[in-house]
T-cell receptor
């Protein structure tokens, strides 16, 4: 079974600075996807960024980027130029690729990191 | 598009009562999911569906039932509510095997006392 570990329960950063959230995972699979989801106080789960395991290049989405180290099974999220609106819980998640027909793509979540951006 | 909607937003149940959490999506997504989120934890999959008439168990299905009679709706039924089912419940949907992005509803906070 896959497991996802987020070792930082809480982090804080000053506005406009950069912060990195850590995530490690355990799997014997070779074909999978990794995600970072954001959950603000409103509770809505919002996809931040996605990485396909077969891609060497790290994914980026505006101020958000990842450092994907497949051999080390590490998937950290870097937030640049932090903004007050980035304050939220951040969840790392893993999804095994079930095959072309799919049918059982299931997300496995870590416990989350609470990020606070201070003015 | 409203996306994924869930009702109710909040509910308090007494032990042994039953209820149905409603989930509807208007994106014509084939895949739908139910998760629960306990305090300080990530989400855990309860049940999922790959299309109308097809459902399957996730990681924590005990105490729950689902049905999928239409593409749009995926209700979650709690029978004989127990305090261990106190949680926040999220419904999600995704288009197909290619996109992989799951769109989440706003959640239902359920307390069983």
């Amino acid at each position: 079974a896959q497991t996802v570990t987020q070792s930082q329960p809480e982090m804080s950063v000053q506005e406009a600075e950069t912060v990195t959230l850590s995530c490690t995972y355990d799997t014997s699979e070779n074909n999978y996807y990794l995600f970072w989801y954001k959950q603000p106080p409103s509770r809505q789960m919002i996809l931040v960024i996605r990485q396909e395991a077969y891609k060497q290049q790290n994914a980026t989405e505006n101020r958000f980027s990842v450092n994907f180290q497949k051999a080390a099974k590490s998937f950290s999220l870097k937030i640049s130029d932090s903004q007050l609106g980035d304050t939220a819980m951040y969840f790392c998640a893993f999804m095994k690729r079930e095959g072309t027909q799919g049918g059982s793509e299931k997300l496995v979540f870590g416990k989350g990191t609470k990020l606070t951006v201070n003015p | 598009n409203a996306g994924v909607t869930q009702t109710p937003k909040f509910r308090i149940l007494k032990i042994g009562q039953s209820m149905t959490l409603q989930c509807t999506q208007d994106m014509n997504h084939n895949y739908m999911y139910w998760y629960r989120q306990d305090p300080g934890m990530g989400l855990k999959l309860i049940y999922y569906s790959v299309g109308a008439g097809i459902t399957d168990k996730g990681e924590v299905p005990n105490g729950y039932n689902v049905s999928r009679s239409t593409t749009e709706d995926f209700p979650l039924r709690l029978e004989l509510a127990a305090p261990s089912q106190t949680s926040v419940y999220f419904c999600a949907s995704s288009r197909d095997t290619i996109s992989y992005e799951q769109y989440f509803g706003p959640g239902t906070r359920l307390t069983v006392t």
